[in-house]
Every structure is written in structure tokens, then in C-alpha cells.
């Protein structure tokens, strides 16, 4: 795994998030969904975004790739893109980007695909569009070849089929086969194992991450399966009401969490060994609600740091780096009080 910094892994890192903020409904009512988050993505490099459903990791990807539903925009922060900002791109530059340069796998295969054309079809209109001068011949070829680097062994047979008559893991095969075929410089993947069974789904993000490796792609994962992060991922940020609360190299969060949210996710997860008597541990309280959140820190309702101190309720936490690794940045006004407390980490899950 390459050694990166969190803020600036590289000198010219492929993507930079400033800033980011998005907001829902009209403008007298509107909520902030998206707040002040920032990260970056190396060239080659696996950044994984983690956190509940309804913490913002779907709308920041699809922020990214210009996609929000109508009454939900952008309203700060620069989204770079090889020096690019995306944001002030017009409608015909970002349709050049978008499926070339960037693409997005979706998390529900038979929803993305059109039901009434062929697989060979579908790749060859993604090609058509982005890579023109291609002859039809050298088109399949590269249709056929994506569909390798995706783990279709008869990929000259796939083409010819519909969705239909492809089982769940193959279709999303297929879907990264489509965003890898114009060999793309960053992948974004959203959930893109969730309806899959556990051995499709190790099988899937195996065949993504060695396409990713064979290309170069850089690889953004948004997911809620710490274990898949654990085992592919370079670096994770972890994600709670629309804010990054913690992120660094995944042995460092996974080994010594600075956020009370990252370690009671980390502490949720069952291990081999767990008596099987046990209780499961869970977070106490509910995800938050954007339209009624917390003053200071979101998490407070929910944290057994807190204990009605003033300044959580006070002072939103800024994301701040750990002195002994400043690649590691955690929002916690008492993340050293974590380090000095019992050891929730799971390493092991990085082996």
C-alpha cells in the first residue's frame, strides 16, 4: 500500500474536495447536508468513505460527479480535478469528463443497465461517445477487454446477452467493465457490493481493485462494510452528519481510533471469537436528523465522551491532525482521552 498523507498525498493529487458544502430544499428552508468536508485522492490510490446511512458519503460522490436530484446543490468549497475545478466547468466539458475521465459504478446493477440492450451495446455507446475515432472492430476489442479486467472469462458471450440473463455479481461486473473501458483516471463506486451475497462480493471488489491496479485508476469507495475497507483501502475517512470526523491511513484508524464514532463502529463488529452468548454491541441513540441537528458537535447525543461538557455542545470540533501521526486527523475535542482509554481498535481486520 503506497504511504500517503491524508490532506496532500502526493504533490499534484488527482482529486481535491475543499470545502465541500450542499444543501437541500429551496433557499429559505434549505438544509446543509454536506459541511466543510475536504480530502484528496492520490494517482493509484484507494480512498474508501465510510459511515451510517444518511451520514452524506452518497451525496458527497454524487456532488462529485455532477449528479444531485433537482433542489439540492452545490453552495461552496472547489472540487479539483487535475487542476480543474469542477464546479465552474460548463454542461459540454463535464459531459467530456464524466465517463471518461472520471466514471462511477452505481450500487444497483439492474437499475443501471438498460434492460432492452445488449451488454456489447451498452459498453460500445459509452465508447462511441468518449472515443470516436475508435473503429468498430478496435471498439469490441476494448469491450472485451474491459470485461476481462472485470472477471468475465467469456466476455465475447456477455456481449451478446441482456442484463436479464446475467445474475447479480455478473451485472456488476459489467458496470465496471463500462466504467473502466475509456480507462478512466478515478473511479467512483458507490456501494457497488451491497445486494451481493459475501463470496460475490469479495469475488467483485477483487476484480475491481486489480482492474484499478492494471490501469492506474484511482479508486473512490463509498461504503458502510468496514471489512471491505480494512481490506482494499489505502486510507479511509470516516463520515457522521455530513462531516468528516476522522480519516488517515486505515492501520492507524483501525488500530487506534481518535473519533468516539469510528471506535463505536469499530467496537459494532463482531469478531470470530465473540462468544456466541454475547450481546452485539451497538451505538446508543439514532442517526441524526438534519433538520433538527445538535448544537457543537453532531455526535454528542450519542457519545459516551461527552458527558454534558460545554464545549461539545458549543464549538462544532474542527479536524485536527494527532501530533505523533499527522496523517491522522480526527474532529474531537478529547480524541486524546480515547488514546489513554481501553483499546477498541481492530487491527485484525486489516490482515
Do not use: W
Not at 252 to 276: E, K, M, N, Q, W
Not at 311 to 332: E, K, N
Amino acid at each position: 500500500m503506497p504511504n500517503t498523507d491524508p490532506i496532500m498525498p502526493s504533490p499534484a493529487p488527482l482529486l481535491a474536495v475543499t470545502g465541500l458544502e450542499v444543501h437541500l430544499g429551496a433557499r429559505r428552508d434549505r438544509l446543509r447536508a454536506i459541511a466543510d468536508v475536504s480530502f484528496t485522492v492520490a494517482r493509484g490510490e484507494t480512498l474508501c468513505i465510510v459511515g451510517e446511512s444518511g451520514s452524506g458519503k452518497t451525496l458527497t460522490a454524487l456532488a462529485l460527479m455532477s449528479l444531485l436530484p433537482p433542489r439540492i446543490a452545490v453552495t461552496g468549497g472547489a472540487i479539483e480535478f487535475n487542476g480543474r475545478d469542477l464546479l465552474t466547468l460548463d454542461a459540454a466539458s463535464r459531459a467530456r469528463l464524466y465517463g471518461d475521465e472520471i466514471a462511477m459504478i452505481f450500487q444497483d446493477p439492474m437499475s443501471s443497465l438498460n434492460p432492452v440492450l445488449t451488454i456489447g451495446r451498452q459498453i460500445d455507446e459509452s465508447l462511441r461517445r468518449h472515443q470516436p475515432a475508435l473503429a468498430r472492430a478496435a471498439r469490441t476489442g476494448r469491450a472485451e477487454q474491459a470485461l476481462g479486467m472485470a472477471g468475465i472469462v467469456d466476455a465475447a458471450g456477455c456481449m451478446k446477452k441482456y442484463p436479464h440473463e446475467l445474475s447479480g455479481g455478473m451485472c456488476q461486473r459489467v458496470l465496471i467493465a463500462i466504467a473502466l473501458v475509456n480507462h478512466p483516471q478515478l473511479i467512483i463506486a458507490d456501494e457497488p457490493t451491497t445486494a451481493l451475497d459475501v463470496t460475490v462480493q469479495a469475488q467483485v471488489m477483487k476484480s475491481m481493485r486489480a482492474a484499478c491496479r492494471q490501469t492506474g485508476a484511482a479508486l473512490l469507495l463509498i461504503t458502510h462494510d468496514l471489512s471491505l475497507v480494512a481490506r482494499y483501502a489505502d486510507r479511509v475517512a470516516v463520515m457522521y452528519a455530513g462531516r468528516i470526523v476522522e480519516q488517515g491511513k486505515v492501520q492507524a484508524v483501525f488500530g487506534a481510533p481518535r473519533h468516539p464514532y469510528t471506535r463505536a463502529l469499530l467496537a459494532s463488529i463482531p469478531s470470530l471469537d465473540t462468544p456466541v452468548d454475547r450481546a452485539l454491541e451497538a451505538i446508543a441513540g439514532e442517526p441524526p436528523d438534519f433538520a433538527r441537528l445538535p448544537s457543537g458537535c453532531a455526535f454528542r447525543p450519542r457519545c459516551t465522551l461527552c458527558r454534558q461538557r460545554a464545549i461539545c455542545a458549543d464549538r462544532v470540533p474542527p479536524l485536527l491532525a494527532d501530533p505523533a501521526d499527522t496523517y491522522h486527523l480526527s474532529a474531537c475535542h478529547f480524541a486524546d482521552e480515547l488514546i489513554m482509554a481501553a483499546p477498541a481498535g481492530r487491527t485484525a481486520l486489516c490482515r
